[in-house]
């Protein structure tokens, strides 16, 4: 079983400071995607990254794949109370039947205090 | 685009209760996904198709769970004698980047 450990569970800052969500397996994934959710709402894709050692930035927010493609984090940049909601990352592997299914962490609980 | 759109998006049921679901994709996309989550966990795949195909069923989708996808385009998921343990809200996904809002089911 794959799984995705996610750290801390929950995190409460004040406006204007900066964290990071690690997401981190034992297991090798093909892609490594990031999501924010708000409550009562489906996950919205935030960013994928594929290749090991791969940074992508999306304004505040930097995420990075480890070497190996088995951990990630995500760091944002002084923090704003729309950054508040849940993150989640989830790996995805192909399946025998060919589809792409993603193995998701509990997710990081992030509340940001004006 | 109009994204992946949910019906209901909230339903309260009595344990015993049989609900349904349905989900309408992105219209172009033909694979379609079902995750539960439940309250403080991520999404959990329950069942994949590709067009009007069930190709993948997830251990969690035990036989009161039933999920059809005719003519490869809406979906409907359907729970049979609901129990309080099937309380979650209940996502389709057409790709990874394309989720629906999600149906929250309560069974009283």
């Known amino acids: 079983t794959q799984l995705l450990e996610q750290s801390p569970q929950f995190l409460s800052i004040q406006e204007g400071e900066n964290l990071t969500v690690y997401c981190n397996s034992s297991?090798?994934?093909?892609?490594l995607q990031w999501y924010r959710q708000e409550p009562g709402e489906g996950p919205v894709l935030l960013v994928t990254?594929?290749?090991?050692?791969e940074v992508k930035k999306l304004k505040r927010l930097t995420f990075q794949f480890g070497d190996a493609r088995k951990d990630s984090s995500l760091h944002i940049t002084a923090a704003q109370p729309g950054d508040t909601g849940l993150y989640l990352c989830a790996g995805a592997h192909t399946s025998g039947a060919g589809s792409y299914q993603l193995t998701f962490g509990k997710g990081t609980k992030l509340s940001v205090i004006p | 685009d109009t994204g992946v759109s949910q019906n209901p998006r909230h339903k309260i049921t009595k344990r015993g209760q049989n609900v349904t679901f349905r989900c309408d994709p992105i219209?172009?996309?033909?694979?379609l996904y079902w995750y539960r989550q439940t309250l403080g966990q991520g999404p959990e795949f329950l069942t994949y198709?590709?067009?009007?195909?069930?190709?993948?069923k997830s251990r969690l989708l035990s036989d009161r769970f039933s999920a059809e996808r005719p003519k490869g385009s809406f979906s409907t998921l359907e729970i049979q004698r609901t129990e309080q343990g099937d309380s979650a809200m209940y996502l389709c996904?057409?790709?990874?980047?394309?989720f629906g809002p999600g149906t929250r089911l309560l069974v009283l």
């Open positions: 990254v594929v290749t090991g050692g």
């Open positions: 996904a057409s790709t990874l980047s394309h």
């Open positions: 219209s172009e996309h033909n694979r």
């Open positions: 198709f590709q067009n009007e195909a069930q190709l993948e």
């Open positions: 297991s090798v994934f093909s892609s």
